[in-house]
């Protein structure tokens, strides 16, 4: 391991691979994403974004390679990378049977923090997210941008250097959507936050990130900032079209049977 | 071990914030107790067919159907856990830094304070059918105990069987599948002695066996631990253990 480039990473795999039977869902992808970037992964459905993010976070262990977050292996070292990352699940992970303040205060506690901790730090999030005046009611009364927002503060509550989140805003209209961008831009600005984000929102992609990769069947097919992939394709391309071209041309038409009901449970429950 | 207690007692206070929010499910699950000890019990203490030494029928099965009742609730707690799945909690849960085991840990001893509400709705239906019950002190700690032993045991094993199904509609067929032969290979609602040998052997590997066991010595007066209470409260603690140790190794592949 180079530790003079592992210091200044904050994502690095090497050869990460997680084969499910005879699928191979991810293919030996290497990954370098830097402290303070807001990087994109892109990809039609069932290219691997979800599973990527997955091992990262700990929550599947890869079949072979290695990564590394926050400079902490995921495989010898998962309760150091559960303490320096944020994650925001596709699916609605907030407990809509508890109010938002409930929903945080359970968070603060698995994550060790001290009573004073708690309220000093539950109260700023929820002053960033604007939820303040929502925070002692049942989150099922939430709207879909309010849940988002909720997450995002569960998330970031203890102040982790880098942040997962896997189609944060699948589902959310546009007011909400761009609501829940400009929260993780100031997230970037405030706090200097690395942010992992899988989306197949081309707008996302554009609007928040500073380099993307596009995976198309479990492999990375390139890496770059949007403007510069635009750019290589030509002086008029969009990112749907650097998309098209490197995402195998299939912008919807992927994706499992339990992907698309999973995205579209998720969009019915923020809607 | 601070920490365990403090992420444990953490899972332990939303479940319970979400009981009192919402004690449908309790209310519910107190039906069928009543059902077997009005109807069931009553009946079949006017028949005399089933000796139960000193004790009347009614006396006799009233721990049994506590047992029942905790197993019946306990046993369902996988479909929660599939639930949680589903809508993202147990991603959000793994995904901290809590031990997997103050994880499941808590969600056993959540299990617990719904079987102690059980408990309280059979005491006072058996008070009121004048069933004669021990409210000494001591005797109503070691049923809260028992209580809560048992339905840890039935709740892990029900995380368990989620884990390894995965889908709600697999896990109410095993759910269904695992609930009445439970309960009928156990003494709940006749003594060992009644039953053919090899349906005894089977009911001596049951828990819930064991659960009943002492629950009759401690609930009702006359009652006594046919096993002893060291066996009794040995081989529940064994059986949590177990349980608990496959549970944990377990939970973190409902995320995957």
Not at chain 1, 135 to 142: G, N, P, Q, R, S
Not at chain 1, 168 to 172: C, D, Q, R, V, Y
């Given at each position: 391991m180079n530790n003079d480039i592992s210091d200044k990473l904050a994502i690095k795999t090497s050869e990460l691979t997680r084969q499910f039977g005879n699928l191979i869902a991810v293919d030996h992808i290497e990954l370098r994403v830097s402290y303070g970037e807001i990087f994109g992964l892109l990809g039609a459905n069932g290219a691997g974004k979800s599973t990527v993010i997955k091992m990262l976070t700990t929550l599947l262990p890869p079949t072979i390679g290695f990564a590394e977050v926050g400079g902490f292996d995921i495989i010898k070292s998962p309760g150091d990378v559960r303490r320096s990352i944020g994650y925001v699940s596709q699916l609605v992970s907030a407990d809509g049977t508890l109010t938002g303040f409930e929903n945080l205060r359970l968070s603060a506690k698995l994550y060790g923090l001290t009573s004073t901790e708690r309220a000093e730090r539950i109260n700023d999030a929820l002053n960033f997210m604007g939820l303040i005046d929502s925070?002692?009611?049942?989150?099922?009364?939430?709207s879909g941008g309010m849940i988002r927002r909720l997450e995002l503060a569960q998330a970031m509550l203890h102040r982790p250097a880098i942040l997962f989140l896997d189609e944060?805003?699948?589902?959310?209209d546009p007011v909400a959507r761009h609501m829940v961008w400009d929260r993780l831009l100031n997230l970037k600005r405030d706090y200097g936050m690395t942010v992992l984000i899988t989306t197949h929102d081309m707008e996302e992609a554009e609007a928040l990130c500073d380099r993307l990769a596009i995976l198309h069947n479990g492999r990375i097919s390139v890496v770059g900032a949007p403007a510069e992939l635009c750019a290589e394709l030509g002086a008029s391309a969009t990112m749907d079209d650097v998309f098209i071209h490197y995402a195998g041309g299939s912008i919807h038409e992927g994706g499992t049977f339990g992907e698309v009901s999973q995205a579209r449970r998720t969009a019915q429950r923020l809607g | 071990m601070k920490r365990f207690a403090r992420e444990s007692a953490a899972i332990v206070e939303v479940e319970l914030i979400k009981l009192v929010r919402d004690p449908t499910e309790i209310i519910s699950r107190a039906i069928q107790p009543v059902l077997w000890l009005v109807v069931f019990g009553q009946v079949l203490a006017q028949a005399r067919g089933i000796q139960t030494g000193q004790l009347s029928y009614l006396a006799f099965i009233t721990p049994g159907i506590l047992a029942q009742s905790i197993l019946f609730s306990a046993i369902f707690y996988g479909i929660a856990i599939i639930w949680e799945r589903d809508l993202g909690v147990v991603h959000k849960l793994l995904v901290s830094p809590a031990k997997r085991s103050s994880l499941v840990f808590g969600k056993a001893v959540a299990a617990g304070f719904r079987g102690i509400l059980q408990a309280t709705v059979i005491y006072l239906i058996a008070f009121l059918m004048h069933v004669s019950l021990k409210l000494e002190p001591i005797a109503i700690g070691a049923v809260l105990v028992s209580v809560m032993l048992g339905s840890g045991i039935f709740a892990t094993f029900s995380l368990i069987i989620a884990c390894i199904v995965k889908t709600r509609e697999r896990f109410m067929g095993i759910g269904q599948l695992l609930t009445m032969p439970l309960f009928f290979a156990s003494n709940a609602i006749y003594p060992l002695d009644l039953m053919p040998d090899w349906l005894r052997i089977i009911a001596l590997l049951n828990p819930l066996t064991y659960l009943i066991d002492a629950l009759r010595g401690l609930m009702v007066t006359g009652g006594a631990s046919i096993h002893g209470y060291a066996v009794d409260f040995s081989v529940m603690i064994a059986v949590f253990a177990v349980m608990l140790f496959i549970a944990v190794r377990l939970y973190p592949t409902l995320a995957e």
């Open positions: 925070a002692h009611k049942l989150v099922k009364t939430y944060p805003t699948i589902g959310l | -």
